[in-house]
C-alpha cells in the first residue's frame, strides 16, 4: 500500500471515513463513560443527605407519613439540583476540553490538511516537525533531521534519531528506528508518516490501561473547604446530642417514644443548620463557571486549580517577541558593507527558508521583492544543503548552487556571525557601533554574511567552520502592541511585576523595555551572566532586575525557580519544546494557541488563543475576581446559617416545646433549596470590585475563611439571627397556639434579609445600590429574587402553609417582617462607609 502515490496523494475523504467507520477514534485511553449511578450514590452519601433521610424515616415510623412525604419531595429536590449542577459543571469541562483537543497535518485527497487526532485513521499520510506530540504509530516514509523523545513510552531520556523505512530490518530492537510511536514527541526535524496503528492499538495505548489518566488532583482550596466541612460535621455531631438531651429533658410528661423521636428531631434539625454542605459545591461551580467565561475571552483553562492560583501572580515572565510586540516585522534599516545594498539584499534573501513561516523572514523576502528580487527569482538555483538555526548557535545558513557558482549566505545574530567574518580591528568597531545604533532604536539587528567557495569541497560542515563576508546588517522593527503600556501599569498597580525575556540583544530590549514603560529597563541580565551566576545570586538579582536577554529557552527554569525561591507566584509565557519543562515549573504556564506547539500547550496550564500580553492580563484580573466571589459566597453561606443554626440551638434550652419551634427540619431544609442556588447564582456572576487591579496580589498560603470574614460573617448572621428570632418569638409569646405564625414571621424574616444580604455582601466596598445597579440588566439574578419572593408568597398563602406547619401573615406582619430583615442586614453598609471614610484619611 506505500507507494509512491498513496504517500503523496494520502487517503480520499470517503476512504478515510470508511476506516473511521471500522477503526473508530483514535483514542489513546478510551474514555470512560461517566457513570450516573455513582454520582447519585455519591450525593447518597453525604452527611446532610443521611440527616434528611433519618428525618424522613423517623416522621415515617412516627405514624405522620405526610411530613415524612414532604421530607422526601424536599431530598429528591436537593438530589434535582445536585445532579443538575455537577451536569452542567461536567458539561462545561468537556467542551471547554474539546477546544484544545489536538489537531494533526495529514495529506487526504492529495492536499494538506489539519484535521482532529481523533479523526486519524491506519493508511494516512501524517506530517510532523517539531514540537508535535505524535498521536498514534506509523512508519517513518520521509523524513530530515529527525530526532524523537521516546522517555514517555521507554522511559530513556536520550532522543532517538529516526531513519526511514529500511526494506530489511534487521535490528532486533524492540522500539524500531524507523518507526515513530504514539505518545512520544518531536524535538526536531520534519517527516512524514504512514499511520499504522491507531488508539488502544499502539504501543502506547498497550499501557495505556495503567497510565490512563492522571487522577484528579484537589486544590489548596478544595482542601480547605474539605477540613472545614469536616470540621463542621463534628460540631453538628456534638449539638446534635447536646439538643437532643436538652430536649429530652424538657417534656418529662411525654411518653418515651414522643420524647425520643422529638429530641432526634431537634438535632437533626440543628446538625442540618451546621453543615455548610454548600462550600465543596460554591467551589466546583465557582471555578468551572470561571474557566468558561475565561474560554469566551481567548483563555483556556487547562486544569481548575489555576484559575484560583492566577488571582495570586505577582510575577509574570513574558516574552518579548509576540507577545509584548505584534511579532509583525519589517525591515526598517539596511547598512551595507562597502555600499554594495544589493549583495546585501540579495544574501539576505538566500539565507532565508524557501517557505518562510517565521515573521522575521516573511519580512525579509517582503524587502527583497520590494527590493526587486522576488522570491522566484531569488530561489532559481539548488539548495545543496542548509545549516539549521539552533537558539544556542542564534544564527543559520544555506548553501546554494547556481549559474556554476556555490554561494553559502548566512544570517544570525551579530555577536554569531561577525567573528566569522575576516574583519580587520578597525572594521570591527565600527561594525559593532554600527549595531549599537541601530539596536538602540528598539530594532532586531540581523548580520548578514556570505562567502562563495570554489567547489564543493569548500563548504564546511558546520556553519562556525566558515569564513564569511559581511554583507552588511538588517534592523528589524517589530513594534509593541498598543494596550502594552497600559497593561504593564496596570499589573504595576496590582503588585504584579512584569518580567522581560528574549533572544535578542540587551540594547535592543532595553529600547522596547522603554518604549512600553518599564521601569529599570537599564539593568539587564544576559544568558552568559545567568550562565556564570549560581542560583543564590541569581535569586538576589532578580528582586531588581526584569530584563533578560539573550537567554535560551532551558535557561527559563531557572529564572523561574529564582522567582519561585523568593516566594513568587510565577506566571511564564513559552512556545517552543524547550520552553515546556520552565512551563511545567511555573505556578502558571502559558502557552500561545496560535504561535505554540503541541509540547508547550500540553505543559502549560494556560492556552492563550490570541497571544495577546493583554489577554494574560485579563485573566489575572478574573482569577483575582472569581477567588473574590468565592470568599463572598463562603461569607455569606457562613453568615446565613447562623440564625438557622442559632435558632435551632437556643430554642430548647429557652424550654420551647419541641412543636413550636421556629425551625422544625423541614424548615431548615426549605431554607437550604434557596441558599444554595441563591448563592452560586447570584454571588458567581458578580463583577470584579473596582480596586482589583489596585491592590497586592492575594498571599496564596492566607486562609479562605479568615478571622476577619468570621467576624463579620458572625456578626451579620448574629443581626439576622436577633431579627428572626426576636420576630417569632414576640409572636409566640402572646400564646403557644401561635407557633404557626411566630414561625412565619421568623422564616418570613430570614427569607427576605437572605435576599438583602446576598446583595450587601456582592461588595466589600461598593454600597448596595451601585451593586445591584452594576447587574440590574442581569435577567438571571432578578429572576432568583422572585423566585425567592414568590416562593414565601406560596408557603404563607397557599393551602401549602398548612401542611409545612405555617400561617398566612397579616400585611402589617408582612411589613413589619421586611423592615426587621432590612435593618438586620442593611447595618452593614454603614461599615462600609466607615471604611470608605477611614481609606480616604489615611491618604
Ligand atoms: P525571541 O526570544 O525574542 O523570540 P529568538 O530566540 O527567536 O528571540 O531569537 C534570538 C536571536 O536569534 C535573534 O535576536 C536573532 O539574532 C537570531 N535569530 C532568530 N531567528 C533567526 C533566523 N531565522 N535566522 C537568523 N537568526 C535568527
Ligand atoms: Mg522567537
Not at 371 to 400: A, D, Q, R
Amino acid at each position: 500500500m506505500k507507494n509512491e502515490y498513496t504517500i503523496s496523494m494520502g487517503l480520499t475523504t470517503v476512504e478515510a471515513r470508511k476506516r473511521h467507520d471500522r477503526f473508530g477514534p483514535n483514542e489513546l485511553v478510551p474514555r470512560k463513560k461517566e457513570n450516573f449511578l455513582s454520582k447519585i450514590l455519591h450525593v447518597l452519601s453525604e452527611p446532610m443527605f443521611l440527616l434528611l433521610m433519618a428525618a424522613a424515616v423517623i416522621y415515617f415510623v412516627l405514624g405522620k407519613p405526610r411530613d415524612g412525604l414532604i421530607m422526601l419531595v424536599f431530598v429528591v429536590g436537593i438530589i434535582g439540583i445536585e445532579v443538575v449542577q455537577e451536569w452542567k459543571t461536567d458539561k462545561t469541562l468537556n467542551s471547554l476540553k474539546q477546544l484544545f483537543t489536538p489537531h494533526v497535518r495529514v495529506i487526504r485527497d492529495g492536499k494538506e490538511t489539519s484535521i482532529l487526532a481523533l479523526e486519524l485513521v491506519p493508511g494516512d499520510v501524517m506530517l510532523i516537525q517539531e514540537g508535535v506530540k505524535i498521536p498514534a504509530d506509523g512508519i517513518v516514509i520521509r523524513q530530515n533531521d529527525l530526532c524523537v523523545d521516546e522517555s514517555s513510552l521507554t522511559g530513556e531520556a536520550q532522543g532517538v534519531w529516526k531513519t526511514e523505512e529500511e526494506e530489511t530490518t534487521l535490528s532486533d530492537d524492540y522500539w524500531r528506528k524507523d518507526y515513530c510511536y504514539a505518545g512520544t514527541l518531536v524535538t526536531q526535524g520534519m517527516a512524514a508518516v504512514l499511520i499504522d496503528k491507531i488508539g488502544a492499538a499502539t504501543e502506547y495505548g498497550k499501557i495505556g490501561a495503567m497510565v490512563a489518566e492522571a487522577p484528579k488532583k484537589t486544590t489548596p482550596l478544595q482542601k480547605q473547604t474539605r477540613s472545614l466541612v469536616r470540621t463542621c460535621v463534628i460540631i453538628a455531631a456534638a449539638l446534635f446530642v447536646l439538643v437532643g438531651i436538652v430536649t429530652w429533658r424538657n417534656i418529662p410528661g411525654h411518653t418515651f417514644s414522643d420524647r425520643l423521636t422529638e429530641s432526634i428531631l431537634s438535632g437533626i434539625a440543628l446538625a442540618m443548620a451546621t453543615i455548610p454542605e454548600e462550600f465543596p459545591v460554591i467551589l466546583t461551580v465557582f471555578l468551572s463557571m470561571g474557566a468558561w467565561r475565561l474560554a469566551k475571552k481567548k483563555s483556556l483553562v487547562r486544569h481548575l486549580p489555576s484559575v484560583e492560583t492566577l488571582g495570586a501572580v505577582s510575577v509574570l515572565c513574558v516574552d518579548k517577541t509576540g507577545t509584548i510586540t505584534m511579532n509583525q516585522m519589517v525591515v526598517q534599516e539596511v547598512w551595507a558593507a562597502h555600499h554594495d545594498k544589493s549583495s546585501l539584499v540579495h544574501m539576505m534573501g538566500l539565507a532565508c527558508e524557501t517557505d518562510a513561516y517565521d515573521p522575521m523572514e516573511k519580512a525579509m523576502l517582503s524587502y527583497c521583492e520590494k527590493e526587486g528580487i522576488p522570491e522566484t527569482h531569488l530561489f532559481k538555483g539548488e539548495l545543496l544543503n542548509e545549516y539549521t538555526f539552533t537558539n544556542e548557535l542564534k544564527m543559520m545558513g544555506h548553501i546554494w548552487y547556481h549559474d556554476n557558482e556555490i554561494i553559502i549566505a548566512a544570517k544570525g545574530s551579530p555577536e554569531s556571525i561577525l567573528p566569522l567574518c575576516n574583519l580587520s580591528s578597525p572594521e570591527f568597531l565600527q561594525a559593532e557601533s554600527r549595531v549599537q545604533e541601530m539596536s538602540a532604536q528598539g530594532l532586531r539587528v540581523i548580520a548578514i554574511a556570505s562567502a562563495k567557495p570554489k567547489d564543493k569541497s569548500g563548504i564546511p560542515d558546520v556553519i562556525t567552520e566558515c569564513e564569511l563576508t559581511l554583507n552588511g546588517f538588517v534592523g528589524l522593527a517589530d513594534p509593541p502592541r498598543k494596550s502594552v503600556k497600559k497593561d504593564i501599569e496596570s499589573c504595576a498597580g496590582a503588585g504584579i511585576r512584569t518580567v522581560m525575556i528574549t533572544g535578542d540583544n540587551g540594547i535592543t530590549a532595553a529600547a522596547i523595555a522603554k518604549q512600553i514603560g518599564m521601569q529599570s529597563y537599564d539593568s539587564i541580565i544576559t544568558g552568559n551572566m545567568l550562565e556564570n551566576m549560581d542560583d543564590a545570586e541569581l535569586r538576589e538579582k532578580v528582586k531588581t532586575v526584569s530584563i533578560f536577554s539573550r537567554v535560551l529557552p532551558e535557561h527559563k527554569t531557572r529564572i523561574v525557580k529564582a522567582f519561585k525561591d523568593n516566594g513568587e507566584i510565577v506566571a511564564m509565557t513559552g512556545d517552543g519544546v524547550n520552553d515546556a519543562s520552565a512551563l511545567k515549573y511555573a505556578d502558571i504556564g502559558i502557552s500561545m494557541g496560535g504561535r505554540g506547539c503541541e509540547a508547550a500547550r500540553e505543559a502549560a496550564d494556560l492556552i492563550l488563543m490570541d497571544d495577546n500580553f493583554s489577554t494574560i492580563v485579563d485573566t489575572i484580573k478574573d482569577g483575582r475576581r472569581i477567588f473574590d466571589n468565592i470568599r463572598k459566597a463562603v461569607g455569606y453561606v457562613f453568615a446565613i446559617h447562623i440564625p438557622i443554626a442559632a435558632a435551632s440551638l437556643l430554642a430548647p434550652f429557652l424550654g420551647i416545646a419541641p412543636g413550636c419551634l421556629l425551625l422544625l427540619p423541614l424548615h431548615v431544609v426549605l431554607l437550604e433549596l434557596i441558599i444554595d442556588p441563591t448563592c452560586s447564582i447570584v454571588l458567581e456572576r458578580q463583577p470584579p470590585e473596582s480596586d482589583i487591579m489596585r491592590r497586592k496580589p492575594r498571599n496564596p498560603k492566607k486562609k479562605l475563611l479568615d478571622a476577619g470574614l468570621i467576624l463579620k460573617s458572625i456578626l451579620q448572621g448574629g443581626a439576622i439571627f436577633a431579627a428572626s428570632f426576636g420576630a417569632y418569638y414576640t409572636t409566640l409569646a402572646g400564646s403557644p397556639n401561635h407557633a404557626p405564625a411566630g414561625r412565619s414571621m421568623g422564616l418570613a424574616v430570614i427569607m427576605l434579609a437572605n435576599l438583602f444580604l446576598v446583595q450587601v455582601n456582592s461588595s466589600d466596598h461598593d454600597y448596595i445600590f451601585t451593586t445591584i445597579k452594576k447587574i440590574a440588566k442581569d435577567h438571571v439574578m432578578w429572576a432568583v429574587n422572585i423566585f425567592t419572593l414568590l416562593g414565601l408568597i406560596i408557603i404563607l398563602y397557599s393551602p401549602l402553609n398548612e401542611i409545612l406547619k405555617l400561617a398566612p401573615l397579616s400585611a402589617h406582619q408582612i411589613l413589619t417582617a421586611f423592615m426587621l430583615s432590612a435593618a438586620s442586614v442593611l447595618w452593614y453598609e454603614a461599615v462600609k462607609l466607615v471604611w470608605k471614610v477611614k481609606i480616604r484619611m489615611e491618604k
